[in-house]
């Protein structure tokens, strides 16, 4: 038998005659865990998707087992024993966690309790802490993500693909993945991950392989990387200073108090949480999965409402407001990008500018019975300029761009509003290093201009390297504030678990 | 009957004014134990309000007005009543206010009789005075319907009689500034505005020449009492109290507070005070809760000690704290002199001392 289980040979893929990959080789050994690395728009989703049976490839060759293949649709894929783990759920939100897990997999005659039983014992087996009988919907990102991770191992798949497994995940979480990788790996299973997290590649992965605009740049043993060298490789250029840089030596002062929430309840996820943000500062919000922050800045935007009976106070610019629906906050100069860009952050299917244009329609009270089309691309132009989104035209479908240029759009969308308090929600989940700088670099400049910023994240070097104040959140309310000046990780990390 | 139906509306969900919220210590209020850890260089029977007149610092303690600059003998003069309000003023004379009633400005510290006495029937609470323009003086004057001492009858009355007074000393006549304050308790003059700290509304007005007020520190967590001026520019801001959801509970349980009022020695009362944990009967003081492996106290405090550095324009700059599990609370009066904050922790009776560079270091830290 030989030891590789999985290759690629020559493998192109053409979109519209673009390449998404070119000629790319790549092999997968048994039992291994091979990282895939790379910036946005690098082609590594692309490569795994054509593993995966989701595309099918324009030119060159697939193996798996030493067997040509060529799956046309993820079943065909799931029966050559290839799973894959998606970074966008493929679960069925409607349904329950047991029912997702055995989806495909029905019998003539299902007995439900008997699907929970078994479901329960397999999710215990690997230590997941999901309820069988929950519905998906109402699960938050982590658990999704665990409940994919149990269908691709439930599969007994040969090869499971996961697409930024852990970009949702708490730290603890995280170890419990990487035991789980690391005991499929003993069973005999390969892996193919695909994270942005570098030091994730580093610890985890036996070895990577590294893609640019579409090419293969390397395939090496993970003793022979380190983070330089591997940035180096993705981008072109060495980016290990700007990004996550050196520890902060000044802070911006606090300049006026733009907002204050004041023991705002909103169960079971905001406890009784009171903060500030101030004007000409990044303040970072730093918590745990469930530790409610992306909740209460949500009531402050008035996405969700907050407890009726007594719910607290949100006071902006010394003023009590309360908003039920977003468009009176955007009004009031409150701009929310969200963490969840594929479901809140835009219409996918719409174009950039216009996209970009919609939130400028948001700011008008009452929208405009009559909008220019001239002024739709005039704006997202301007916008794509300022930001360097990376788009053949204005036109351009946003679902068409890579994780970080979307992302710009989302941050375009809410800029173009020109609001005073800007809340960045997981600003860089799922995107390359390079937009990670841009974005970053974005992000100082709004607070050296002097609006108030908020930064939610859960890495804490990207919470270290932005935050001129940080605040930690547990269990619903924010339990700790530090200078940056003053910051370590292990501080931050013991406030936010302890 | 409109206002009745929102009123209760209003208390059954808990928003507009039964809202019963406080803002956190965050940003520049972020906690510290700066005061606490501040030298005492004094311990006073009575302590009640500061001066400095560049040279030494002047104390007011119950009826006796001290002078420290390092003498042996710091007594400078015994008033037939209790000083409520003290300041040095630019000439080198001293001014007073005895029980809240009466103001007298002594020539020098030392003069055998007042320069002038000043009385008028809207003088009932004096607490603060601070010299103004063209030689007149700014008096706050709490209450009207309550003496100084009673300040915490005047809170628990939710009482808006506070008024800013501007004394001609020579002319003797007085004329208010600002009327209908919610305890007015400190007042710092700045060109021809007058900056003015209103405790029960946890803010700091800025009374312009012309009688208008404008908000220029607003919904501040604390109870907030004297201004000084600070030597680089801006302001010093004690506050003698922190706000508590607990005590802002019962400022809008009106039956609640008659009755306690009615019938609870006022030592008891859910009230903000300038030093507790001295009885067991005082309301939820035992109890602790461990938070970050720390022992905390779970009451929420009943009192707090803060001074809170200002720039010029009323934005805090930095504070320093006496937190709950400490002692150097309620306090009223801070001023610089020679590189060093001064300030009265009335709580314990303590004169305390914080070199600025100590503050500096420390915040730092």
């Known amino acids: 038998m030989s030891d590789i289980i999985l290759s690629l040979r020559n493998a192109t893929k053409l979109y519209a005659g673009v390449a998404a990959i070119d000629n790319v080789d790549f092999e997968l050994r048994r039992g291994e865990i091979h990282a895939l690395v790379g910036e946005n728009g690098a082609g590594k989703s692309t490569l795994t998707k054509v593993m995966a049976g989701v595309v099918t490839l324009t030119s060159g060759t697939m193996q798996v087992d030493g067997v040509d293949a060529a799956p046309r649709t993820p079943l065909e894929a799931r029966h050559l024993g290839i799973a894959m783990v998606f970074q966008e759920n493929s679960l069925v939100p409607t349904m329950t966690v047991a029912q997702n897990l055995f989806l495909g997999q029905e019998k003539f005659y299902n007995r439900l309790r008997g699907i929970y039983i078994a479901a329960q014992q397999f999710l215990q087996s690997l230590n997941f802490d999901v309820t069988p009988t929950a519905t998906v919907g109402l699960l938050g990102a982590a658990k999704k993500q665990m409940v994919e991770i149990a269908r691709a191992v439930l599969h007994e798949a040969k090869v499971i693909i996961f697409d930024e497994p852990t970009a949702t995940l708490t730290p603890e979480e995280k170890k419990y993945f990487f035991d789980l990788v690391r005991d499929l790996k003993r069973r005999g299973v390969s892996i193919v991950f695909i994270s942005h997290a570098l030091e994730e590649a580093l610890i985890l992965a036996d070895r990577i392989t590294i893609l640019r605009d579409g090419k293969h740049v390397v395939t090496d043993d993970v003793a022979k990387f380190d983070r330089a060298r591997i940035v180096q490789a993705m981008v072109g250029r060495d980016l290990s200073n700007t990004l996550y840089g050196s520890r902060k030596t000044t802070v911006r002062p606090a300049g006026a108090r733009v907002l204050t929430v004041q023991n705002l309840k909103m169960a079971p996820m905001v406890r009784n949480n009171s903060l500030s943000v101030f004007a000409g500062q990044i303040t970072g919000v730093f918590g745990l999965v469930g530790a409610g922050r992306t909740e209460t800045f949500k009531v402050v935007a008035g996405i969700l409402k907050r407890d009726f009976f007594h719910g607290g106070e949100v006071i902006l610019h010394d003023k009590p407001v309360r908003y039920r629906v977003p468009a009176p906050a955007v009004r009031a100069g409150i701009a929310y990008v969200t963490e969840d860009r594929k479901v809140e952050g835009f219409f996918e299917t719409m174009s950039v500018a216009r996209n970009i244009y919609l939130g400028l329609l948001a700011k008008l009270p009452g929208g405009r019975f009559f909008l220019s089309g001239r002024e739709a691309d005039k704006v997202g132009q301007s916008w794509v300029d300022r930001l360097k989104v990376r788009t053949t035209g204005n036109d351009m479908k946003v679902v068409e761009l890579s994780g970080g240029n979307q992302q710009k759009v989302v941050i375009a969308k809410s800029l173009v509003q020109e609001p005073d308090l800007i809340i960045f929600d997981e600003p860089t989940r799922g995107v390359d290093v390079g937009a990670i700088v841009e974005i970053h670099e974005l992000i100082q400049r709004l607070a050296d201009e002097g609006k108030a910023v908020v930064v939610i994240s859960s890495y804490l070097p990207e919470i270290m390297a932005l935050s001129d104040r940080i605040l930690v959140s547990r269990q619903g309310k924010v339990v700790e504030e530090f200078s940056a000046l003053e910051a370590t990780e292990e501080k931050i990390m013991y406030a936010a678990v302890h | ?365």
Not at chain 2, 56 to 83: C, F, M, N, Q, W
Not at chain 2, 118 to 135: C, E, K, Q
Not at chain 2, 343 to 356: D, N, Q, T, V
């Open chain 2, 1 to 365: 009957m409109i206002s009745a139906l929102k009123s209760f509306a209003d208390r059954l969900l808990g928003r507009g004014d039964a809202t019963i919220t406080v803002p956190s210590f965050d940003g520049a209020l972020k906690p510290n134990q700066i005061l606490e850890k501040a030298e005492t260089i004094g311990q006073f029977d009575a302590p009640e309000d500061l001066a400095t007149d560049g040279k030494a610092l002047y104390v007011a303690d119950g009826t006796t007005l001290l002078r420290l600059d390092g003498s042996a003998k710091p007594e400078v003069r015994h008033l037939d009543r209790p000083i409520t309000a003290l300041c040095c003023l630019p000439d080198g004379g001293i001014a007073v206010a005895l029980d809240g009633r009466e103001v007298r400005v002594f020539a020098t510290p030392w003069a055998a009789d007042p320069q002038a006495t000043i009385t008028d029937l809207s003088m009932t609470a004096v607490n603060a005075l601070s010299p103004g323009t063209n030689g007149t003086l700014i008096a706050t004057n709490g209450s009207t319907a309550r003496p100084a001492a009673q300040w915490v009858y005047d809170l628990m009355e939710r009482g808006r009689s506070g008024k800013v007074l501007s004394i001609d000393v020579s002319s003797r006549r007085v004329r208010p500034i600002a009327s209908g304050l919610s305890f007015a308790f400190g007042a710092c003059a700045a060109d021809d505005t007058v900056f003015v700290s209103e405790s029960w509304r946890h803010r700091v007005v800025a009374i312009a020449p012309d009688g208008s007020e404008r908000a220029v520190l607003d919904n501040l967590p604390v109870y907030p009492s004297r201004l000084s001026p600070a030597a680089s520019g801006g302001f010093w801001l004690t506050a003698f109290a922190a706000r508590t959801q607990l005590v802002e509970f019962v400022l809008r349980e009106n039956a609640y507070r008659r009755r306690m009022m009615a019938e609870i020695d006022p030592e008891y009362w859910i009230a903000p005070k300038l030093k507790s944990g001295e009885s067991f009967l005082e309301p939820m003081q035992g109890a602790h809760i461990k938070t970050m492996g720390v022992v905390k106290p779970w009451a929420p405090p009943r009192s707090y000690g803060l001074v809170i550095r200002l720039d010029a324009l009323g934005v805090p700059l930095y504070a320093l704290h006496s937190r709950v599990d400490s002692v150097n609370h309620g306090v009223v009066a801070a001023v610089e002199m020679d590189g060093s904050l001064y300030a009265i922790a009335k709580g314990p009776g303590r004169l305390l001392r914080a070199p600025l560079a100590m503050i500096e270091k420390e915040l730092r830290a």
